[in-house]
């Protein structure tokens, strides 16, 4: 069973970065792509950031040049380093996990969600 913990939201000034964090464990974690997905209140779930085994990388377009994704194999962590906060940023995040190497498939394991609230 795939779990996956993450960490490191909260609430910070329009300019500002967090870092969210993501711990999982069940599996093999460098055989599999990783992503982070966020929601905001009465939108869609969006694909933000992913990551596939080769570290080949995915970004939504809003937040190109702001937000890096990376990988540890060895801690099995993926994180997010988000920079340049801007209010519409605000949505709870998910990490997820997909059952192959490629980011352009399908996740289908999800973490609890973490909130990230930034301030105009």
């Known amino acids: 069973q795939v779990q996956l913990v993450e960490s490191g939201g909260g609430l910070v000034q329009a300019g500002g970065s967090l870092r969210l964090s993501c711990a999982a464990s069940?599996?093999?974690?460098?055989?599999?792509?990783m992503g982070w997905f966020r929601q905001a209140p009465g939108k869609e779930r969006e694909k933000v950031a992913a990551i596939s085994s080769n570290r080949s990388t995915y970004y939504v377009d809003s937040v190109k040049g702001r937000f890096t994704i990376s990988r540890d194999n060895a801690k099995n962590t993926v994180s997010l380093q988000m920079n340049s906060l801007k209010p519409e940023d605000t949505a709870v995040y998910y990490c997820?996990?997909?059952?192959?190497?490629?980011?352009?498939?399908?996740?289908?394991?999800w973490g609890q969600g973490t909130q990230v609230t930034v301030s105009s």
């Open positions: 997820a996990a997909s059952n192959s190497g490629y980011y352009y498939h399908p996740f289908v394991y």
């Open positions: 069940g599996r093999t974690f460098s055989s599999y792509a």
